[in-house]
């Protein structure tokens, strides 16, 4: 039985339809301990299999550490998504309920290459000088949380010194306790500075500034 | 159990754009209804949602007074029926597009601004924004939030898992987003400011009889105190003025709702608590402009009473763009 029910593969198919260049779904799973590997597995195949340009790529966290080091991938399960450059978006946990939706937000602008974001916005990133990591702490049940995500991915999209880090907090509750996430949408800039809520761009940017003072 | 959810067209194509003979504000039940009948009746039809469709009722775990769910069914899943079925008749839907003002042009034609700066055009327009949690305004709030407070237990009550939990309100949204809660935090208390509970029997019943819930009435809460995170609610006992402290992990906040409709209060009538005015046929006294669901001027805020008030805008729009012709 596929995870994803005929309907929803119809409009994945349709979304993923216009993708003007390829786009990986990069894979690590972990032999160890993971409780949604094989699902994680299936689910990507699945998306994948509705398009010729979304391929699949898979790898064991501890085998094959080398290809994680590469991709600054520290834990999994986790998800790269690559399109033409690699923009750093990265999902952590299962991109279930609510969250899939951020899947796919993810592959269409990873292949679409260009960011949907304000004037303001894009110059602040444009005049970015330094790394930001940018976190992202969601929940599969919270119907707010893709607005953060997909924040985010824009972000990390348009400027090449911004990367998304979307982690599903349930799954990571040492993260999540490291962060004291205890409501989410979480936005978590540098390590340091938070942001609660799905809050709009510019809060974001100010967080990012203030990370940077 | 996993579900995979579609709330956001990706397709980045988003709005045909043109004239569209409704605009419909805000993508809940209410907006979402008006969506599929203007649509099924060939109308070109736009809903603009600030955030992702779905509205209140998506935020809610179990629904079981909307008929023909005689197990209930989870409010999320009700709510991506309503769009698939919106969708289905054509309808496109516009996320993270927040309205930010709505200006009659002529008779006939509507212009409604987003915040993004894009401008559509209806010739008519229905306002279904609904409310969102209020906030109590009391010292604590607003710091804690996201530190162990929280208006969604859906979203967030998965973080209380054994630890001690205190919702603020027992109402029907408290004590209903409460019962989940009670599944696994350690223990569930009440705090509400009147002297009884107005939820509806079947909800109080269900509360009472858990072993680790406990309610408190004619309690005022004064203060969420806190370290790096919540540690506990500051209460008054109304009836002997006493202060109390009451240790918790997580406070969740259900003290009843404010209307969106900042964006219209130049435009239409509203109540004292900022509630649109609407007759019978969700006419507001603008032509061509319509307000429904929440958002209305006493609507008891039922699922059901939305859906209605959906279904009426719709079909006055169907005869009001007859008579523009
Ligand atoms: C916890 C809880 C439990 C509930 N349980 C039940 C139940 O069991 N049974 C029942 O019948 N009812 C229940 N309700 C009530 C029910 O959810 C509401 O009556 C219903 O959602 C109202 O629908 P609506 O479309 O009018 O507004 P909403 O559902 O509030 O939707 C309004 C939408 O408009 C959007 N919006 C707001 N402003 C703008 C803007 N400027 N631009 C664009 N979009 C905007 C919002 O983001 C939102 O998505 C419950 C409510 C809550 C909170």
Same mark, same amino acid.
């Given at each position: 039985m596929g995870l994803l029910d005929q309907e929803t593969t119809t409009r994945v198919k349709n979304m993923l339809a216009d993708l003007p260049a390829a786009v990986k779904l990069v894979v690590f799973t972990d032999d160890r301990h993971c409780e949604y590997c094989t699902e994680i597995v299936q689910l990507v195949t699945e998306v994948a299999a509705t398009t010729d340009l979304v391929s699949v790529e898979i790898f064991e966290i501890h085998r094959d550490a080398d290809k994680a080091r590469d991709l600054h991938i520290e834990r999994a399960p986790a998800l790269a998504i690559v &399109?033409?450059?690699?923009? &750093?978006l990265r999902f952590y946990g299962i991109p279930s309920g609510y969250e899939f939706s951020t899947l796919l937000h993810g592959i269409h602008s990873a292949g679409h290459g260009h960011a949907h974001l304000d004037t303001q916005t894009k110059a602040y990133l444009d005049g970015l000088k330094v790394p930001v990591d940018y976190q992202v702490f969601v929940t599969p049940t919270c119907p707010y949380c893709p607005r953060a995500a997909v924040l985010a991915i824009e972000m990390a999209v348009h400027s090449d010194l911004v990367n998304a880090n979307i982690v599903e907090s349930a799954e990571f509750p040492d993260l999540a306790n490291r962060f004291s996430v205890m409501g989410v949408p979480l936005t978590v800039i540098n390590g340091k500075e938070r942001v609660e809520g799905a809050a709009p761009a510019h809060m974001v940017v100010d967080a990012m500034r203030r990370a940077m003072a | 159990m996993l579900d995979f959810k579609i709330t956001e067209d990706t397709s980045g194509q988003g709005a045909t754009g043109g004239l569209y003979d409704v605009i419909i504000v805000g993508g809940g039940p209410a907006g979402l209804t008006t969506a599929i009948y203007a649509s099924r009746d060939g109308m070109k039809t736009l809903v603009l949602e600030r955030e992702t469709t779905g509205g209140l009722a998506a935020t809610t775990e179990l629904i079981e007074n909307y008929p023909g769910f005689p197990d209930g069914i989870n409010g999320m899943d009700l709510m991506e029926r309503f769009r698939v079925q919106a969708e289905r008749f054509g309808t496109e839907v516009v996320e993270f597009e927040e309205v930010s003002s709505v200006k009659p042009v002529s008779p006939g034609l509507i212009e409604v601004q987003t915040d993004g700066g894009t401008a559509y055009q209806g010739k008519t327009v229905v306002i279904a924004t609904g409310s969102r949690p209020k906030k109590l305004g009391i010292p604590g709030e607003d710091e804690y939030y996201g530190k162990g407070v929280s208006y969604c237990a859906t979203c967030d009550g998965p973080f209380f898992k054994g630890k001690t939990v205190i919702i603020i309100g027992a109402g029907n949204s408290g004590l209903q987003e409460g019962l989940p809660v009670l599944e696994y935090a350690k223990q569930v208390t009440f705090i509400e400011f009147l002297p009884y509970s107005r939820a509806e029997q079947i909800l109080q019943d269900r509360v009472r009889s858990h072993e680790k819930s406990a309610m408190l009435f004619n309690y005022r809460v004064t203060e969420i105190r806190g370290d790096s995170t919540v540690t506990g609610v500051v209460a008054v006992d109304r009836a002997t003025n006493e202060e109390h402290l009451f240790p918790a992990d997580g406070v969740f906040i259900y003290v009843g709702y404010t209307p969106y409709t900042r964006f219209v209060s130049d435009l239409v009538e509203l109540n004292r608590w900022g509630y649109i005015e609407s007759d019978a046929h969700m006419r507001t006294k603008v032509p061509g402009l319509y307000a429904i669901g929440d958002v209305r001027a006493d609507n008891p805020a039922q699922l059901s009473v939305s859906v209605g008030d959906g279904t009426k805008a719709a079909l006055d729009i169907r005869e009001y763009i007859q008579n523009l012709k």
């Open positions: &399109g033409e450059r690699d923009y &750093g | -």
